[in-house]
């Protein structure tokens, strides 16, 4: 099928073929060399990108994963209207949504003047954003709308239970 044609001098100068893609001189073989080579970049450019793409999706798939930190930071935008809000049903009001800022400002704590008065302030902003935070760490790779919201009301539950304890052995 192939034969090696020899020139008038008597040097084989290719292989030749009846078949059209049929290799005749050196210039088509680096033609078709050139080809491949371009192929197989082509080949390496596009897995690259299905790699940068897949490190892009679990990207944003893990950080939509964080979104109980998120809403927490939204809430903590509202938090001093959150406040005034629950402010006319004291002191129930406070210890049922701000649970931990009651607590930071009990004076069992005694840190300091100047801390017991800013823990509080800080406490109310950083409330919610850090229940995310562990609810986030604790629900793993299940993070659901009903898992957040059962461990936001465990938490809740757990601070109000024991300003109640306080309360009870102080009072």
Excluded at 1 to 27: H, K, N, R, W
Excluded at 105 to 133: D, N
């Amino acid at each position: 099928m192939y034969e090696l044609s020899e020139a008038t001098d008597g040097f084989q100068c290719g292989l030749q073929q009846d078949a059209p893609y049929a290799v005749t001189s050196i210039a088509s073989l680096r033609q078709l060399e050139k080809e491949a080579s371009h192929n197989r970049l082509r080949e390496k450019q596009l897995r690259e990108r299905l790699r940068q793409e897949e490190k892009l999706r679990k990207f944003l798939l893990r950080l939509g994963r964080l979104w109980p930190v998120g809403v927490g930071v939204v809430l903590a935008c509202y938090a001093p209207e959150l406040r005034d809000l629950v402010a006319p049903f004291q002191p129930w009001g406070m210890r049922l949504l701000f649970p931990f800022v009651v607590i930071c400002g009990r004076q069992e704590i005694q840190m300091g003047g100047a801390m017991t008065q800013m823990l509080p302030q800080a406490m109310l902003y950083l409330q919610f954003p850090v229940e995310g935070l562990l609810a986030k760490i604790i629900l793993k790779n299940r993070v659901t709308l009903t898992g957040v919201a059962g461990q936001l009301f465990l938490f809740h539950f757990l601070g109000v239970v024991e300003l109640w304890l306080v309360s009870v052995t102080v009072g």
